[in-house]
């Protein structure tokens, strides 16, 4: 069923940003990328994402603007009621949860998913961290704020939103486009027409409202 969310760049945010900005590198999962073609379309959707990030927030970087987003900065991950996710994502966040989350993590996070509706925060929040950093969605990517960390409950979108970082929206539509190739939409045309007419947007999911139970249940079951 279509939901009706808030579009990619007005998503919510927060992870383990690095003081330094570091370039971003392609992550790689061999085996499991063999194993799962999907895998390997979405990680390079990511890296795409992470570039366009990484440009624009050099830039503004360069303008003399400071970026506030640091580890353990992360009251965008509770602020933020909508979070858009896209059905590679989920998948992508099925498969990191059920086979990378070891240990108290996955306990905790088991239970997090468990009463993920009770929640005032992202399920995937543990400790102040995203406990799913490598499988964060696109969203949470994109959404970087400037000068100074956003107050508890604040969303800079709307109080200031000449803190928020802007996308180049050439290179988000590279990274949108490998989804694209996930649902079978391949070819220049076919893509760009895609891409135009927002056809992605019919398939996107709110993290927070997805029914996280069953995942939930399965990683206490399968505890490694
Ligand atoms: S500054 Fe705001 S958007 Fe950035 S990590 Fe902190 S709470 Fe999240
Ligand atoms: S997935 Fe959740 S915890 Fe992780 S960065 Fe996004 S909102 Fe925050």
Redesign the pocket.
Known sequence: MKQEVKPVHSMS???E?NLDLIRPKRLRFPEDERENEWLGILLDAYYLGDKCVFEGISKRIKRGEQL???KG?????S?HSTIPAYPLEIIGIYWYTDTKIKGETRVRLAQNLISYNQLNQCPFLIGGACSIHPMRPLACRF???FNS??APGED?FYSRRKDVLTPNEQEKQKALSKYLHFHGIRGKKAVKVALKTDILNNYVKNLREIDWKNLGIRLNLRLI
């Open positions: 945010s927060r992870r940003k506030a987003c640091k900065c992360s009251s965008c991950c602020t959404f970087n704020v960390p956003c800079p």
